[in-house]
């Protein structure tokens, strides 16, 4: 019944949007899109009654919100001539609104759909119909102006373009100052970018050949990129707009992701429609065309191709279908002394998967695994389809435990194109070159036991047909389709080191001087623990309640832990350095400080350092259990990848919750969350609740008889 309101709701907000213009670098101005628009009014008319049935059919608590907090203008264009709405800048407006309202009325068409039993009130059928109208009207606008609408975005590119070039700030800069041709050339060719203003970058690489102004790499990468972007069919905006999470965002050449980690160079899956420019085959045609003229400029002039260079290209011969020459090119660049990254083998995948290529597939990815390069989840979906369709049960196998070892949650494309690999015809027959020689009980549990839990890798087990059910897990680890209990999943000593090195040194890397190698001489000293308690994460548990750092919070947090894990030793305790002279202010902090500095049980980070590499390490190193409340969500674990991270974290974290009686240690669920083979061949695959959640949804549960008489005919 609320769906309506919900949806209303968000899209009304959505119009009162903020547009930056800038004037010598600095943000000026707040404009409403909408303001004094007729389709915008009939549209929220239709909302409120949509909104008002809701309210009356649902018997939901009356709305809080007020319509006219989000149509109210937020600021005013002040025109110096009475043009009765006919002067540029309101046309400019009124021609960028069509997007916008054009999605806001499907939408409310659609929740009127979805909700039938609101259509039994005539006033309501009315006021859809009303919106199909104003949507039909909407597009029959938007396409006669969609030229217009383009163009204003091309002018707000030059416009900002003259604005900078004119500043004072600009012109004293030193690089507008050493060569003021090829400092306007580089801003203007960013802009471009920005705003994915193809053509414009194309005329001012024209211009610069004319005059012979020099380029670095860095602007002839600006050039291929929007090249290979056009090539491919749409380019991401890199405008204001697409910033919504900056973490994820398509490959800029604008930024230096030659330290990002592997996650950032994933695509992002959310991008809004309106943020992603699209091209005539006759532009596609022209940007293949001109990336090979610069590509030749560039080498003319002596400039030397980075790994960002060889990308673009490969992105361009994948555009012109060519999967052989991208993958000469991920080759050359090898044999050239530039390691490739995930990036740039993704696309070739792509290709070789779409065209059914498995051979050439198999190859690409083979060259990726001998870098140490391992791919994303897109890439082994589309590995795992491309098998599917060869048939190849021996990988599909290996690319299923693949995942396994990569991801925690799959996303729901995945775990449907797993679904339709055991739902085919090809499945059931899967493993019977071992249907004779299957493998005892005694040798299953052997191989799971030493693979840490959670699979054992012999081979497909079982006969016949595979039964797909979509399930839950019980809280006690039982899945409530088959029956079977799920295993607690955990790191061996083998991954388990390799993790700590990788974690010590990535923190040494970021870290002045030696100061973490003096941390982990004292752990080898003093260590290892039996637990390890993130102290400025418990002491601040509740800053506004507490006044700040709470020694009495962290006192009764590390005597829970001490009692609940630790045998000998006291729980190592990790501040920052900040917190000593506050926590000795008091009688109580100093005996604090003694008991645990006697029992070298308390380490304070120096300055300038963060501490979640000094509590990580330690919980890591010892194998202990981690008592914080932190997310682990900064970019610093991001950078840690998803090979071990994210599986160590769920059975090594223990949270804690504080009421006035008690503190309460909250202790790892029974069982990982992650794909499970057991020990009788069943399959269970954790689904996401969404494609950006770790959060689940719900399982797929695969089962089929260990042993049954499967004839010919069957």
């Known amino acids: 019944m609320k769906q309506p309101m919900v949806a209303a709701t968000r899209y009304i907000k959505s119009y009162a949007i903020d547009r930056c213009t800038f004037q010598g670098g600095a943000r000026i101005g707040r404009v409403s899109l909408l303001q004094n628009s007729n389709t915008f009014q009939n549209l929220q008319r239709t909302s409120r009654h949509i909104l008002s049935s809701s309210f009356t059919r649902a018997s939901a608590e009356p709305l809080s919100e007020s319509f006219s907090d989000f149509t109210s203008p937020i600021e005013e264009d002040n025109c110096s001539s009475d043009c009765a709405g006919k002067c540029e800048q309101p046309q400019k407006r009124h021609l960028e609104q069509f997007s916008y309202v054009h999605g806001f009325g499907d939408s409310v068409r659609r929740d009127v759909d979805d909700g039938a039993p609101f259509l039994e009130d005539s006033r309501l059928s009315g006021f859809a119909n009303e919106a199909s109208m104003e949507i039909q009207h909407n597009r029959e606008l938007s396409t006669a102006n969609n030229e217009k609408i383009v163009s204003a975005g091309i002018d707000m590119c030059e416009q900002l373009f003259i604005r900078i070039t004119s500043s004072r700030k600009f012109c004293n800069s030193k690089s507008y100052i050493a060569d003021p041709e090829a400092s306007k050339a580089r801003l203007h060719l960013s802009l471009c970018s920005r705003f994915a203003h193809f053509h414009g970058a194309l005329k001012v690489f024209d211009q610069v050949k004319e005059r012979q102004v020099k380029l670095n790499v860095h602007d ?88 960002s260079t ?35 083998y993704g696309p070739v995948v792509h290709l070789f998967c779409q065209r059914k290529e498995d051979d050439k597939a198999y190859e690409v990815d083979d060259h990726m695994l001998s870098l140490q390069i391992q791919p994303d989840e897109s890439i082994l979906d589309s ?57 005892s009980d005694e040798e299953c549990e052997l191989a799971i036991a030493d693979s840490g839990g959670g699979h054992h890798g012999l081979g497909w087990l079982g006969m016949g047909p595979w039964q797909v059910r979509r399930t839950h897990i019980h809280s006690n680890g039982t899945c409530m389709s088959c029956g079977e209990k ?21 923190a040494c890397q970021r870290m002045k001087l030696n100061t973490f190698h003096i941390f982990q001489d004292w752990l080898g000293e003093h260590g ?122 769920e059975r090594h974290q223990v949270r804690f919750s504080i009421t006035h ?16 083979e057991s020990q009788r061949g069943s399959w269970h695959i954790p689904q996401a609740a969404c494609d950006d959640s770790e959060v689940v949804k719900e399982w797929l549960c695969v089962t089929r008889p260990r042993d049954m008489a499967f004839s010919q005919e069957t």
Not at 284 to 297: G, N, P
Not at 423 to 437: D, I, L, P, Q, R
Not at 661 to 676: A, E, F, N
């Open 486 to 506: 799920l295993c607690v999943v955990d790191l061996n000593m083998e991954d388990t080191d390799v993790f700590a090195e990788s974690v010590a040194r990535l």
């Open 528 to 649: 290892p623990f039996d637990a390890v308690v993130d102290g400025a994460n418990v002491g601040l548990y509740n800053p506004k309640v507490y006044n700040g750092f709470s020694l009495r919070l962290l006192d009764a947090v590390v005597r829970r832990a001490e009692s609940r894990f630790c045998t000998e030793k006291l729980p190592l305790v990790l501040l920052h350095g900040r917190h000593k002279s506050e926590i000795m202010k008091s009688q109580a902090g100093v005996s604090f400080i003694s008991r645990f500095m006697k029992n070298n049980a308390l380490y304070f980070t120096p300055s300038g350092a963060d501490d979640d590499w000094f509590w990580l390490y330690a919980a890591v190193k010892c194998r202990s259990v981690l008592v914080t409340n932190d997310n682990m969500r900064d970019h610093i674990f991001a950078l840690l990848g998803n090979n071990f991270f994210p599986k160590w974290k």
């Open 383 to 439: 590995l795992l389809k491309v098998s599917i369709h060869a048939g190849h049960d021996d990988k599909v196998y290996t690319y299923l435990h693949r995942l396994r070892k990569s991801l925690r949650v799959l996303l729901p494309a995945t775990v449907k194109t797993i679904e339709n690999w055991f739902t085919c015809k090809a499945s059931v027959f899967a493993g019977k070159a071992n249907w004779e020689n299957l493998p």
């Open 220 to 307: 002839y990468n600006i050039l291929l990129y929007l090249c290979s972007g056009v090539a491919s069919g749409n380019i991401l905006k890199d405008s204001w707009k697409s910033k919504k999470k900056p973490n994820k965002t398509l490959d800029d050449p604008l930024q230096d992701n030659s330290n990002a980690s592997e996650n950032s160079e994933k695509i992002e899956h959310n991008i809004s429609s309106n943020d992603i420019s699209q091209y005539s085959p006759e532009d596609v045609k022209l940007a293949i065309e001109r990336a090979a003229d610069i590509l030749e400029h560039m080498l003319e002039n002596g400039v030397n191709l980075n790994e």
């Open 661 to 676: 009686k008690s503190v309460d240690i909250h202790l790892p669920p029974p069982y990982s969350t992650i794909l499970q």
């Open 310 to 344: 060889y990308t673009s290209i490969i992105r361009l011969a994948v555009a012109n279908d060519d999967g052989d020459l991208a993958f000469k090119t991920i080759k050359l660049m090898e044999s050239s002394g530039i390691s490739p990254k995930l990036r740039s």
